[in-house]
């Protein structure tokens, strides 16, 4: 949750210069002692206010545009209208999020990742995945799971491996145990290993 920060606003005589104009535009510097301000309001309610630690605070009651064009022609583009927020960084620009702490992304809605190319994640520690519904992982190419420790499928109701070709499982000391049955549906299957418990 977050609010709108209060304003430092406590002019004195003769400290705060003022200026209005006939529309309704209002620029104050403040020099008031221990609410130094400088402030920018436009008639529409959108303003710029500075207050005495350095603290800006802007609000925007329509859309807003920043453009910053740098010296190579790149350009960091935002956009906030209709309530939907726009960020794009032109050319071969690259975007960093960084914090010493944690980052949490959250929506009630749907959050999407597309890349043109790789997507890489990296985790110092574990990575963990769940979901309350039917979770799929697919590929136009290969799957490949890979692990230097074990690696375990657990499940509380049915396995079912099914391929259109063959399964094959390769292992120095095979072990195969299903209480209830463990199917395999394949054009061929070969198990190769030490013989099943």
């Excluded at 406590?10 to 130094?36: A, I, L, R, W």
């Excluded at 794009?88 to 960093?96: A, I, N, P, R």
Aim: glycine share 12%.
């Amino acid at each position: 949750t977050w609010s709108e920060p209060f304003s430092p606003y406590q002019p004195k005589y003769p400290y705060n210069e003022v200026k209005e104009t006939e529309s309704g535009h209002v620029f104050e510097m403040d020099d008031t002692v221990g609410h130094e301000r400088v402030s920018l309001i436009h008639r529409s309610g959108t303003f710029i206010e500075m207050h005495p630690d350095g603290s800006k605070v802007e609000k925007v009651t329509k859309a807003n545009y920043q453009i910053t064009m740098s010296d190579d022609g790149n350009f960091f583009y935002i956009l906030h209208a209709n309530g939907q927020t726009w960020i794009e960084l032109g050319q071969e620009g690259t975007v960093d999020v960084f914090a010493t702490n944690s980052v949490n992304v959250r929506t009630q809605g749907t959050i999407n990742l597309h890349a043109d190319k790789d997507i890489n994640m990296f985790a110092g520690g574990k990575i963990n995945m769940k979901s309350t519904e039917a979770t799929t992982i697919e590929s136009d190419s290969k799957i490949t799971l890979n692990s230097v420790g074990d690696l375990t499928l657990y499940s509380q109701a049915k396995i079912g491996v099914l391929a259109d070709g063959s399964i094959a499982l390769d292992s120095n000391n095979g072990s195969w145990n299903g209480g209830s049955g463990l199917v395999f549906q394949a054009g061929g299957i070969d198990l190769n290993g030490g013989a099943p418990e």
